[in-house]
Nanobody
Framework: VQLQASGGGLVQPGGYLRLSCEAAGLELRYYAIGWFRQASGKEREGVSGASANNADTVYADSVKGRFTISRDKNMVFLQMNSLKPEDTAVYYC?????????????????????WGQGTQVTVSS
């Protein structure tokens, strides 16, 4: 099983990026998924999650209204708009252990068993 994240880069404040995550070796559509980020010197934090059928999506308060999670077949996307310098981090996609999202458990890294390698997002003028 492999998850490959891509789409990061350098963008000015107020700009946008679209992250992609492609899964190989499993049918990702049967599992909930998550996007996490880790800024330098900080712990990894949950950014967004989606249930297997995408019926349920969740967002961290810091990105609500700016980020949108979506999925298509074995791909997962994170559309990031109105980017801020505080969004600078390495972003990771992850496959959850279950098909559903738990409101309390989704932002915990232990809820996920496979991780992509991370893609750097830098928001700076």
């Amino acid at each position: 099983v492999q998850l490959q994240a891509s789409g990061g880069g350098l963008v000015q404040p107020g700009g946008y990026l679209r992250l992609s995550c492609e899964a190989a070796g499993l049918e990702l559509r049967y599992y909930a998924i998550g996007w996490f980020r880790q800024a330098s010197g900080k712990e990894r934090e949950g950014v967004s999650g989606a249930s297997a059928n995408n019926a349920d999506t969740v967002y961290a308060d810091s990105v609500k209204g700016r980020f949108t999670i979506s999925r298509d077949k074995n791909m997962v996307f994170l559309q990031m708009n109105s980017l801020k310098p505080e969004d600078t981090a390495v972003y990771y996609c992850a496959k959850a252990r279950t098909s559903h999202l738990d409101a309390q458990l989704w932002p915990l890294t232990v809820s996920y068993d496979y991780w992509g390698q991370g893609t750097q997002v830098t928001v700076s003028s």
